[in-house]
């Protein structure tokens, strides 16, 4: 297994290019079911929950060919409406084939993304979407297996009672083929939503107020083939610029929609950064002192919950005491006893974090737990003093391409190492 070592107190300095959305590419992926022919999806992170979506694809029947950044993929035949268990447990974005499979095959079966569907990261409104649709839904051995109507999915009325993006992308992906009007209410607004609408739309669908709370669909009969250019990644975004805020560097990033990002912007000038933007590139420059500052994570454009763990980090070595409240996943906290690890003074009660600030950080080895939390890891151990060991880092690779590569061609002193164990 992978690790990853880091010497702390390198300024990074220097330009990134910033990479395609994962989750834009995932659902877009997904959606690449519904189109009888060619999808082409260029800006596509090569990242390992891309793979793993393009083996659900191709368990599914379709081909998946990953070009440097340009992902062929075909889906004119579908053999199967089976997504198994091997491989949505790896990544529970695999439930995006849901909706594709309804409307297009008029059945699917779907293993539940890790334990129950209204456990702590539920899927309940996703089944709701499709049953609203018309759809029979049931549970089977840990599988979600839905049936259409006979004639297919019915367009329908669904409000969300939480604005899940997964939820609505998935009932938007099954409605566009559904015979008549669909209204989503309650829709997530994220900006990987508008991109599947984006996608879909220049598929052939016929869909308005993506990016909004409400989104109307009205069904169409089928979908063509397209190509379309992703969305930049905008937690990536924040991830670069929180690396180089808590190193105090000055850094330029490229290919970015600093529109998707305002509140990240606000927060790192409230914390004493200094951010431009100027077209697609953001330019932030830290002095080394950071504020402390409070943070509750909302559905977009609020803050979002992929950067809590990035920016508690930055909490660490800021200036005075900041709270951090997490509303979107009470539980998204496993970073913490790895920051404590490294010195950092924590108190966690519930959903909430209260950081003190101003401790110098000390190397320790620390444990990947999850995506995000393994991010938060590998920024304070650019500051903290001495050694850093980040271990079990694949699911820094879930989620960020190369990332310890395009840290040390800022200027931090990080490496990959493989490291004997289970
Ligand atoms: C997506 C992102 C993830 C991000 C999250 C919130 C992808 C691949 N993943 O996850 O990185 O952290 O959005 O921005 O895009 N909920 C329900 N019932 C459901 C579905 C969700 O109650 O059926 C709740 C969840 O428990 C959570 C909230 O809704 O509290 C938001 O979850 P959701 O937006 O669905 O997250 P994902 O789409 O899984």
Same mark, same amino acid.
């Given at each position: 297994?992978?690790?990853?070592?880091?010497?702390?107190?390198?300024?990074?300095?220097?330009?990134?290019?910033?990479?395609?959305?994962?989750?834009?590419?995932?659902?877009?992926?997904?959606?690449?079911?519904?189109?009888?022919?060619?999808?082409?999806?260029?800006?596509?992170?090569?990242?390992?929950?891309?793979?793993?979506?393009?083996?659900?694809?191709?368990?599914?029947?379709?081909?998946?060919?990953?070009?440097?950044?340009?992902?062929?993929?075909?889906?004119?035949?579908?053999?199967?409406?089976?997504?198994?268990?091997?491989?949505?447990?790896?990544?529970?974005?695999?439930?995006?084939?849901?909706?594709?499979?309804?409307?297009?095959?008029?059945?699917?079966?779907?293993?539940?993304?890790?334990?129950?569907?209204?456990?702590?990261?539920?899927?309940?409104?996703?089944?709701?979407?499709?049953?609203?649709?018309?759809?029979?839904?049931?549970?089977?051995?840990?599988?979600?297996?839905?049936?259409?109507?006979?004639?297919?999915?019915?367009?329908?009325?669904?409000?969300?009672?939480?604005?899940?993006?997964?939820?609505?992308?998935?009932?938007?992906?099954?409605?566009?083929?559904?015979?008549?009007?669909?209204?989503?209410?309650?829709?997530?607004?994220?900006?990987?939503?508008?991109?599947?609408?984006?996608?879909?739309?220049?598929?052939?669908?016929?869909?308005?107020?993506?990016?909004?709370?409400?989104?109307?669909?009205?069904?169409?009969?089928?979908? &063509?083939?397209? $190509?379309?250019?992703?969305?930049?990644?905008?937690?990536?975004?924040?991830?670069?610029?929180?690396?180089?805020?808590?190193?105090?560097?000055?850094?330029?990033?490229?290919?970015?929609?600093?529109?998707?990002?305002?509140?990240?912007?606000?927060?790192?000038?409230?914390?004493?950064?200094?951010?431009?933007?100027?077209?697609?590139?953001?330019?932030?420059?830290?002095?080394?002192?950071?504020?402390?500052?409070?943070?509750?994570?909302?559905?977009?454009?609020?803050?979002?919950?992929?950067?809590?763990?990035?920016?508690?980090?930055?909490?660490?070595?800021?200036?005075?005491?900041?709270?951090?409240?997490?509303?979107?996943?009470?539980?998204?906290?496993?970073?913490?006893?790895?920051?404590?690890?490294?010195?950092?003074?924590?108190?966690?009660?519930?959903?909430?974090?209260?950081? &003190?600030?101003?401790?110098?950080?000390?190397?320790?080895?620390?444990?990947?737990?999850?995506?995000?939390?393994?991010?938060?890891?590998?920024?304070?151990?650019?500051?903290?003093?001495? $050694?850093?060991?980040?271990?079990?880092?694949?699911?820094?690779?879930?989620?960020?391409?190369?990332?310890?590569?395009?840290?040390?061609?800022?200027?931090?002193?990080?490496?990959?190492?493989?490291?004997?164990?289970?």
């Amino acid at each position: 297994m992978d690790a990853f070592r880091i010497l702390g107190g390198r300024r990074l300095e220097g330009t990134v290019e910033i990479a395609g959305a994962k989750n834009a590419a995932l659902p877009i992926m997904a959606a690449a079911l519904l189109i009888p022919g060619r999808t082409v999806l260029r800006r596509v992170p090569a990242l390992r929950d891309v793979t793993t979506m393009s083996r659900v694809l191709e368990k599914l029947g379709a081909s998946c060919e990953l070009n440097g950044h340009v992902l062929d993929m075909d889906a004119t035949e579908l053999l199967s409406h089976e997504a198994d268990w091997d491989l949505v447990r790896r990544m529970r974005a695999s439930i995006y084939v849901l909706g594709p499979l309804l409307a297009r095959r008029g059945k699917a079966r779907v293993s539940l993304p890790g334990g129950c569907a209204w456990g702590p990261r539920p899927v309940n409104l996703h089944l709701k979407g499709m049953e609203a649709l018309g759809a029979e839904v049931t549970l089977d051995q840990g599988y979600i297996v839905a049936e259409a109507p006979p004639g297919g999915l019915r367009g329908a009325h669904v409000s969300l009672d939480v604005a899940s993006v997964g939820a609505t992308g998935n009932i938007l992906m099954a409605a566009v083929l559904a015979k008549g009007r669909t209204i989503i209410e309650n829709a997530a607004k994220e900006p990987d939503i508008v991109a599947l609408a984006d996608f879909l739309s220049s598929a052939g669908a016929s869909i308005s107020g993506a990016g909004t709370s409400t989104i109307e669909i009205d069904g169409v009969s089928e979908l &063509k083939p397209t $190509e379309f250019e992703n969305i930049p990644d905008r937690i990536e975004t924040g991830t670069f610029l929180a690396a180089a805020a808590i190193t105090g560097g000055a850094v330029h990033l490229t290919g970015v929609r600093p529109d998707h990002l305002p509140i990240v912007f606000d927060r790192l000038t409230e914390m004493g950064v200094r951010v431009s933007v100027e077209g697609q590139t953001v330019s932030v420059e830290g002095n080394g002192k950071l504020q402390a500052i409070d943070i509750t994570t909302q559905v977009h454009p609020g803050f979002p919950t992929d950067l809590q763990a990035i920016f508690m980090a930055l909490l660490c070595v800021a200036e005075g005491s900041g709270v951090i409240k997490d509303t979107i996943y009470g539980d998204r906290f496993s970073h913490v006893p790895e920051l404590r690890r490294l010195g950092a003074n924590i108190r966690l009660d519930g959903n909430v974090a209260t950081v &003190k600030g101003a401790r110098r950080l000390q190397g320790a080895n620390v444990l990947s737990t999850d995506l995000r939390a393994s991010c938060a890891m590998v920024l304070a151990g650019l500051v903290a003093e001495g $050694e850093t060991v980040v271990h079990r880092v694949y699911h820094i690779d879930r989620g960020y391409e190369q990332i310890e590569v395009r840290l040390a061609s800022l200027g931090a002193q990080i490496e990959r190492f493989r490291e004997e164990g289970p």
